[in-house]
C-alpha cells in the first residue's frame, strides 16, 4: 500500500523553522487582536452585489476582487481558475506586507438557496458565519473550513488512483501530478477529502509558514494550466486544507466543528 504522507512532508524547510513563531497564536484570542485586524477576500463578477460585506460586517477589512473587470480598483490579470485566483492574488500581494491576523476567504453569495447552498445555517447565511465566526480557534489552529457539514467531500472525494478510472472525474484524473508538482514529493495519497466548497478562514502565521515562492507557483498552475476553469477550481478546491496545514483527509465531526468553528 502507498504510504499516506504526513503532513510535515508537506511543508517546506522555511515553514518548519519558523513554526516558533506560530507558537504565539495558541494563546491570541479575538479580544486580543488588534482591531479590524481581520479580512475577508472575496472575488466577484462585477454585476453582483458584494454591498452586503461593507454593510453588515463592517468590523472586518475586505479585498473585493472583480474579476471581470481590467478596470477596476482590485481585480485579476486573467479570469480564469475560479477563486483560487483570487485567493493566490491575495497572499502573493500582501505577503510581504503586514498580513490581517485572520484571513477569511469567502464567496460573493451572501445567503440564499440555490445560490449559497454550501453555506452553513438555515439560511445559508455568509452573514451568519462570518459573525459566529470563532477567530480565536482560528488562530489557535491555523485554519478553519467554513462547511462543517461533511458532504460533499468526505470521506472520500478524491481517489487519484481508484479503479476502474472514471473519466468523468476529471479533477480527481488531474490531481496525482498537480500533487507531485505542489509538494515537490511523488508520495501521493490514496484518498483527498474535505468538506467542499473553498470558504476557509487562516491565519497569518499559517499562511506564513509556506514561502511566497510557493503560492506563486500554484498561481503560476493555475494561470497556466490547460483544464478548463471547473476543473482547475475543483483541484484547487480539494488542495486548500493541505496547503494550510491539515492532513490529506480532514474530515472532522460535524457537531465538533461547528461547536470549535462556530461556538454552536
Known amino acids: 500500500r502507498r504510504r499516506r504522507?504526513?503532513?510535515?512532508d508537506l511543508i517546506p524547510n522555511?515553514?518548519?523553522?519558523?513554526?516558533?513563531?506560530?507558537?504565539?497564536?495558541?494563546?491570541?484570542?479575538?479580544?486580543?487582536?488588534?482591531?479590524?485586524?481581520?479580512?475577508?477576500?472575496?472575488?466577484?463578477?462585477?454585476?453582483?452585489?458584494?454591498?452586503?460585506?461593507?454593510?453588515?460586517?463592517?468590523?472586518?477589512?475586505h479585498a473585493i476582487y472583480i474579476v471581470d473587470d481590467p478596470s477596476?480598483?482590485?481585480g485579476v490579470t486573467q479570469?480564469?481558475?475560479?477563486?483560487?485566483?483570487?485567493?493566490?492574488?491575495?497572499?502573493?500581494?500582501?505577503?510581504?506586507?503586514?498580513?490581517?491576523s485572520t484571513i477569511v476567504f469567502l464567496h460573493s453569495h451572501r445567503s440564499g438557496y440555490p445560490e449559497a447552498w454550501h453555506n452553513e445555517f438555515n439560511d445559508h447565511s455568509n452573514v451568519r458565519s462570518i459573525k459566529n465566526l470563532q477567530t480565536d480557534y482560528v488562530q489557535r489552529t491555523g485554519y478553519a473550513n467554513l462547511r462543517c457539514t461533511p458532504s460533499p467531500g468526505c470521506p472520500d472525494e478524491i481517489q487519484p488512483f481508484r479503479e476502474p478510472r472514471e473519466e468523468s472525474r476529471k479533477a480527481e484524473n488531474a490531481f496525482g501530478a498537480v500533487w507531485k508538482l505542489f509538494f515537490n514529493t511523488?508520495?501521493?495519497p490514496e484518498v483527498v477529502a474535505a468538506p467542499c466548497c473553498a470558504q476557509f478562514a487562516v491565519s497569518r502565521e499559517q499562511v506564513l509558514k509556506r514561502p511566497l515562492s510557493s503560492y506563486q507557483l500554484y498561481h503560476q498552475w493555475v494561470m497556466e494550466?490547460?483544464?478548463?476553469?471547473?476543473?482547475?477550481?475543483?483541484?484547487?478546491?480539494?488542495?486548500?486544507?493541505?496547503?494550510f496545514g491539515?492532513?490529506?483527509?480532514?474530515?472532522?465531526?460535524?457537531?465538533?466543528?461547528?461547536?470549535?468553528?462556530?461556538?454552536?
Open 14 to 61: 522555511h515553514s518548519r523553522s519558523s513554526s516558533s513563531s506560530s507558537s504565539a497564536s495558541t494563546s491570541t484570542s479575538t479580544s486580543s487582536q488588534v482591531q479590524n485586524d481581520r479580512v475577508i477576500v472575496v472575488g466577484k463578477l462585477k454585476n453582483e452585489d458584494t454591498d452586503w460585506i461593507r454593510n453588515e460586517l463592517p468590523d472586518w477589512q
Open 225 to 243: 494550466t490547460d483544464l478548463d476553469d471547473e476543473v482547475s477550481g475543483r483541484v484547487m478546491e480539494y488542495m486548500w486544507h493541505v496547503i
Open 5 to 8: 504522507p504526513a503532513i510535515s
Open 246 to 264: 491539515r492532513e490529506a483527509v480532514y474530515c472532522p465531526d460535524m457537531d465538533e466543528c461547528f461547536l470549535d468553528v462556530y461556538g454552536t
Open 186 to 188: 511523488t508520495v501521493i
Open 79 to 100: 479570469n480564469k481558475g475560479r477563486e483560487s485566483n483570487v485567493y493566490l492574488t491575495y497572499i502573493i500581494n500582501h505577503y510581504s506586507e503586514a498580513l490581517p
Open 72 to 74: 477596476a480598483p482590485l
